[in-house]
């Protein structure tokens, strides 16, 4: 016979409290009636926790149900003012800014390039305080899409060399919360195995072309980082006939071969795609290069990692560029099949990634904080109850 679940009521209160509060965050709005369907817990249980979440200001009032038979039924959802968090997405021209609430809704946006002379950290928090103008509520944390390698403990080693966290430190100070740094591409990997092209897969490999070429891994469903953040740094994957610590793609490269192919090396990536795509001869042998290099890391990816696919991302999903993978995967086909497939998120990956982390995170560091806070506003009054109760003895 299996034995009833026991422990003390204020761990059940908190784990029910929790379930409640990632309810109303992922459906929105709901009814008492609602939250008993949705979560398993017993109307009753429900009525006390959400009475402890009311006393800490974790949820409110949020309209009548009309729509269902019977009598009108109160809907309950986060309060509003619970705070937000921010997803920043760097890259080597602008900033990104989103705050997210609870819920991962978007509640104010900014973007703007760097300027040419002036601190990047300031520039981002000018954006951040922006956004924070057409808001009420407080910051609580913040998630930093960067391009380059980040270690374990948020420092960053990009062209510039190892920042020791420096950028982390300067930003938390500035924005007067914690900031988590994360390599772009993985945030954008984390994108697609969330609610993208990956969200089906057990293992992938993301490939995101823009300024430079990099890889986010997913194993088992987990990101993999590596010991010290290194993995995926595939643009300098060795490949004939280039020499070794040569670049396979990247800004650089890409303006070498429009040169080579007798175009305007100071055009931008997707100008010179579109033209593929419009049939222009030099920018389809262009592309077809590209797309030659691009595979072939997928190649040397497939032969140590064999994911269920790779996902090509940024300026790789433009479709003169996935044209010319396909070509080339096809011909390596009879000795290494390989399966591709496109973004869900284009160019805005790392900052759709950044987006749910930012919000998960958001939602538990507020979660853990609030259901503590309403049991000892409970135990508070049931103690004023009992003191009263005894007063009128």
Request: charged letters at 20%; aromatic letters at 4%; one cysteine or more.
């Amino acid at each position: 016979m299996a034995r009833p679940l026991a422990g003390p009521q204020t761990l059940l209160r908190t784990l029910n409290g929790r379930a409640i509060l990632e309810t109303l965050a992922r459906r929105g709005p709901l009814t008492r009636s609602e939250l008993v369907a949705e979560t398993g817990l017993s109307r009753t249980a429900v009525t006390q926790v959400l009475r402890m979440l009311e006393s800490s200001n974790a949820v409110a009032a949020a309209g009548v149900d009309r729509e269902t038979r019977g009598p009108a039924a109160s809907r309950m959802a986060l309060h509003p003012q619970l705070g937000f968090a921010a997803a920043v997405h760097v890259d080597p021209h602008a900033a990104h800014v989103v705050l997210v609430d609870p819920t991962g809704a978007v509640r104010a946006e900014q973007h703007a390039p760097f300027p040419l002379q002036g601190d990047r950290v300031e520039h981002i928090a000018a954006l951040v305080e922006s956004c924070r103008d057409a808001v009420r509520g407080p910051l609580v944390l913040a998630v930093i899409a960067v391009p380059g390698i980040v270690t374990a403990d948020g420092g960053i080693r990009d062209d510039q060399g190892p920042d020791g966290g420096a950028f982390r430190a300067a930003l938390t100070a500035r924005l007067g919360c914690p900031v988590r740094v994360e390599n772009d591409v993985n945030l954008a990997a984390l994108a697609e195995l969330t609610e993208g092209s990956g969200a089906d897969l057990a293992s992938f490999a993301l490939l995101l072309l823009d300024d430079g070429l990099g890889a986010g891994i997913v194993l088992d469903g987990v990101l993999h980082r590596g010991f010290s953040g290194v993995a995926g740094e595939v643009m300098y994957l060795p490949q004939t006939p280039l020499p070794i610590g040569a670049p396979v793609l990247g800004e650089d490269v890409v303006r070498d071969l429009a040169a080579a192919h007798g175009l305007d090396p100071l055009s931008a990536l997707d100008i010179h795609l579109d033209a593929a795509s419009a049939g222009d001869d030099a920018a389809l042998a262009m592309a077809a290069e590209m797309g030659r290099r691009l595979t072939y890391v997928a190649g040397s990816v497939a032969l140590v990692l064999d994911p269920e696919a790779f996902i090509l991302s940024g300026s790789a999903a433009h479709p003169a560029l996935v044209d010319a993978v396909s070509a080339v995967a096809e011909e390596l086909a009879p000795q290494l099949p390989m399966r591709f497939l496109v973004s869900s998120f284009g160019p805005e990956a790392p900052l759709v990634g950044a987006v749910d982390q930012a919000a998960a995170a958001l939602r538990a560091t507020v979660f853990s904080q609030l259901v503590p806070s309403a049991e000892r506003r409970t135990a508070r009054w049931k103690a004023e109850r009992r003191g009263a109760d005894e007063g009128s003895r």
